[in-house]
């Protein structure tokens, strides 16, 4: 078998509150690259949740650690005990954001680990993201869900999921 990406998925959405993708990790493979391509009507960051059939883990076990470069500053902050993680991406009003994000270990009974990188341009500032995460509980997990920050608002896109081949 060749190296290299598979997809493993890709689903479009058009004005929903989440988006569940159930039975896209599993042992054939232990690293995964998820490509959002989002907007939404408000403003927010995008939240993840790692599911395990078909119920997304809500507990109080993710971290993440980010940094926020501008052309004057940058910025970070550590977060933990959180019930997702946060800025999974933006979902600009009217902006399509496209965020890329390296996920390790996911199917494994490990824990497991992510790394996101995405650009927003909203209101003409143009930002570098970076964001590392991971959660505190060994479980194995089969799929994800997204939705569009903590407000009941809607969002659209495309969301793709690629296995390594390694």
């Known amino acids: 078998?060749?190296?290299?990406?598979?997809?493993?998925?890709?689903?479009?959405?058009?004005?929903?509150?989440?988006?569940?993708?159930?039975?896209?990790?599993?042992?054939?493979?232990?690293?995964?690259?998820?490509?959002?391509?989002?907007?939404?009507?408000?403003?927010?960051?995008?939240?993840?949740?790692?599911?395990?059939?078909?119920?997304?883990?809500?507990?109080?076990?993710?971290?993440?650690?980010?940094?926020?470069?501008?052309?004057?500053?940058?910025?970070?902050?550590?977060?933990?005990s959180q019930t997702v993680w946060s800025g999974f991406g933006r979902a600009e009003s009217g902006v399509r954001q496209c965020n890329i994000t390296e996920v390790l270990n996911p199917f494994q009974s490990t824990n497991t680990t992510a790394y996101s990188f995405f650009v927003p341009s909203a209101s003409g500032n143009l930002e570098v993201i970076s964001v590392a995460y991971d959660i505190t509980v060994s479980t194995s997990y089969d799929g994800f869900t997204i939705a569009p920050g903590f407000s009941a608002s809607t969002f659209s896109g495309t969301v793709q999921v690629y296995g390594y081949v390694i």
């Open 1 to 80: 078998m060749a190296t290299g990406l598979k997809l493993l998925s890709r689903d479009s959405f058009t004005t929903v509150t989440s988006v569940s993708l159930d039975n896209v990790f599993s042992s054939s493979y232990k690293q995964y690259k998820i490509v959002t391509d989002v907007d939404s009507g408000n403003n927010e960051n995008v939240l993840f949740r790692l599911r395990a059939s078909g119920t997304d883990n809500s507990s109080g076990n993710y971290r993440r650690t980010y940094l926020v470069g501008t052309s004057t500053s940058v910025v970070g902050a550590n977060e933990s």
